[in-house]
């Protein structure tokens, strides 16, 4: 158990809809860190936040959008959802932003579009 | 554009033998790199790193070897176990630049008995 937590484990919405996915980070993590896994693809970062302030930016659609609020625990919206879209939805923290750090995952948010 | 490039998406071995698991990268800025082991419907799970001042890191069974002029990093695991049978993931970052880590697609090991 990495200590991130994320709901819900699985999803299934039709195309066009909206989703939030939910993260806690480790306690006393800082950083939160999205990534997103597609068949055949490797882990695509979309975007990191740090202490409630974004901090990079991947390859995030503009139909997806993050927070992350004063108690750490980050959201990732997905809206105008695609069949594309169908992915593994992986969290991640850190103690501190930027590189050279261990990021520890959650055991992701699979989404199923149809 | 892909910075971090796994060539071999499977491998499988013998159980007793060594496993050698090859990551390439583009971006000579890198100096930080990690490997990441994922079982099914698990999230990766941190395994080992290694910074670019060094050019080998041991733990156990698994060593990593970078090879910076050349641009390559591999993980050893000596000897394989079935239960190493996962996706590892290599990864590389930038220290201190904000960066996320970048990551390969991943190779998947088969540790037969």
């Known amino acids: 158990d990495s200590g991130v937590t994320q709901t819900p484990k699985h999803l299934i919405t039709a195309t066009g809809q909206r989703v939030t996915l939910r993260c806690s980070p480790r306690?006393?993590?800082?950083?939160v860190y999205w990534y997103q896994q597609s068949l055949d693809q490797g882990l695509q970062f979309l975007i990191q936040?740090?202490?409630?302030?974004?901090?990079a930016k991947g390859n995030i659609l503009e139909r997806f959008s993050a927070q992350q609020f004063p108690d750490l625990h980050s959201e990732l919206n997905l809206s105008s959802l695609e069949l594309g879209d169908s992915a593994l939805y992986f969290c991640?923290?850190?103690?501190?932003?930027?590189?050279?750090?261990?990021?520890?995952f959650g055991e992701g948010s699979w989404l199923t579009v149809v | 554009d892909q910075q971090v490039k796994q060539n071999s998406p499977s491998l499988s071995v013998q159980e007793g033998r060594i496993s050698i698991l090859n990551c390439d990268y583009t971006?000579?800025?890198?100096?930080?790199f990690l490997w990441y082991k994922k079982y099914p419907a698990e999230g990766p799970t941190f395994l080992i790193s290694?910074?670019?001042?060094?050019d080998k890191n041991e733990d156990g069974r698994f060593t990593v070897f970078l090879n910076k002029s050349a641009k390559h990093l591999s993980l050893h695991i000596v000897p394989s176990q079935p239960g190493d049978s996962a996706v590892y993931f290599c990864?590389?970052?930038?220290?201190?630049?904000?960066?996320?880590?970048?990551f390969g697609k991943g190779t998947s090991l088969l540790v037969t008995p």
């Open positions: 936040y740090y202490n409630g302030e974004e901090r």
């Open positions: 991640a923290s850190s103690v501190v932003g930027g590189s050279g750090n261990t990021i520890y």
């Open positions: 990864a590389a970052s930038v220290s201190n630049s904000g960066y996320a880590l970048n």
């Open positions: 306690s006393g993590d800082l950083s």
């Open positions: 290694i910074s670019s001042i060094k």
């Open positions: 971006n000579s800025m890198f100096d930080y």
